[in-house]
Each structure stands twice: as C-alpha cells, then as structure tokens.
C-alpha cells in the first residue's frame, strides 16, 4: 500500500524560508511525478509545483522564484524548498504522487498525503 508522509510544515515570519518534505513508501517503482498542492482556509486545493521523473517542473505563477520542488528518484522523495514566504502562502501543503503525470497536474492524483500546515505571520 503506497503512503506519502509529508513533513517540514511549521510557523514562520513573513520573508522566512521553509522546507517540506515528502517520503513515499509502498512502491518499487518510480512515480511518473509528484506533486505539492495546498489549500488555504475557505479555499479551494491549488496546485503549488509538480515535476516529472525526468526532472521537468511546473509551478504555479504565485510560487515562481520563490519556491523550488525537486525530487530524488531512488527514495520516491520529493522536496519543496519554499522562500520569501507571505502570508497568503498560509495553508495545509499536500504532496501528491501518481505514474501518470498528466494526474498529478491534473490534480487527479492516486496517492495523496495528510497534508503538512504551513502558517506565514506577517
């Protein structure tokens, strides 16, 4: 059974950087991407950045230059390293994974985590 465990969430200024971390066990083989989307309260589930296996990336206009996903293939972990942080990036963060990459960016992931809380104070 495939699970993704999120991790890295916390309380931080406005302006300060964290990272979050995202472990996938339960699975050989390599997922085809992954994924973090996050939602904020009252809010719908965004897509925050996705990357294939092959390393290519996708982020949300919002995150751009100011957050970093990247993964490492062996472990089936994928990070995001999240920089200049506001308070609208406040949200529960989600790591999603799939083999099929057009899911994940799709927000139609297989596998989804619990979601790490990401509170920015201004």
């Known amino acids: 059974q495939v699970q993704l465990v999120e991790s890295g969430g916390g309380l931080v200024q406005a302006g300060g950087s964290l990272r979050l971390s995202c472990a996938a066990s339960g699975s050989n083989l390599s997922f085809g991407a992954m994924g973090w989307y996050r939602q904020a309260p009252g809010k719908q589930r965004e897509l925050v950045a996705t990357i294939t296996l092959a390393g290519s990336t996708n982020y949300a206009d919002s995150v751009k230059g100011r957050f970093t996903i990247s993964r490492d293939n062996a472990k089936n972990t994928v990070l995001l390293q999240m920089n200049s942080l506001t308070p609208e990036d406040t949200a529960v963060y989600y790591c999603?994974?799939?083999?099929?990459?057009?899911?994940?960016?799709?927000?139609?992931?297989?596998?989804w985590g619990q979601g790490t809380r990401v509170t920015v104070s201004s």
């Open positions: 999603a994974a799939d083999f099929s990459p057009t899911a994940v960016i799709a927000g139609r992931a297989r596998y």
